[in-house]
Every structure is written in structure tokens, then in C-alpha cells.
């Protein structure tokens, strides 16, 4: 098995995928109708230090901005 190795950009900890803490942040939104919806942004995975217990991004948060962006011509 190919195990990924991750370095943390403020404490230097590298480790295996396996060593670190994942966070899915999601925005539940309450209704008049008393129901609730999810926002329909998407939102890219927090990976947790095990060390120095900071959040960080492996990927930018803007990315599938950018994207869209560059789709469109909007450079």
C-alpha cells in the first residue's frame, strides 16, 4: 500500500495520512419551515497536526474558484 506522507507547514511534523486528524466543515442553514438545508458551497478538507494541533489546507480553499474563472474567460 502507497501511503502518503504530509508535512505540516507550521510545526515541520511530517508523518503518514494515517497520523493526522481530518475536519469536513459544513453550514446547515435553518428554515422557516423548520427544516434545515446544507450550503451548497463546497468546502476542501482541514487536515490537523497531530504535534502543534493547527488546521491547514492541502489544497486552497479558492481553488474550484479559480477554475470556474479560468473557464470562463474572466482572467
Partial sequence: M???IIKCPYCGFEGSSREF???YEAV???TPLH???KEDRERPVLVICPRCK???FLESPY????EFIKK???E
Fill in 21 to 23: 486528524y481530518y475536519m
Fill in 35 to 37: 427544516s434545515i438545508e
Fill in 2 to 4: 502507497d501511503e502518503r
Fill in 54 to 56: 493547527q488546521g491547514f
Fill in 72 to 74: 470562463q474567460g474572466m
Fill in 28 to 30: 446547515l442553514y435553518y
Fill in 63 to 66: 481553488k474550484k474558484v479559480v
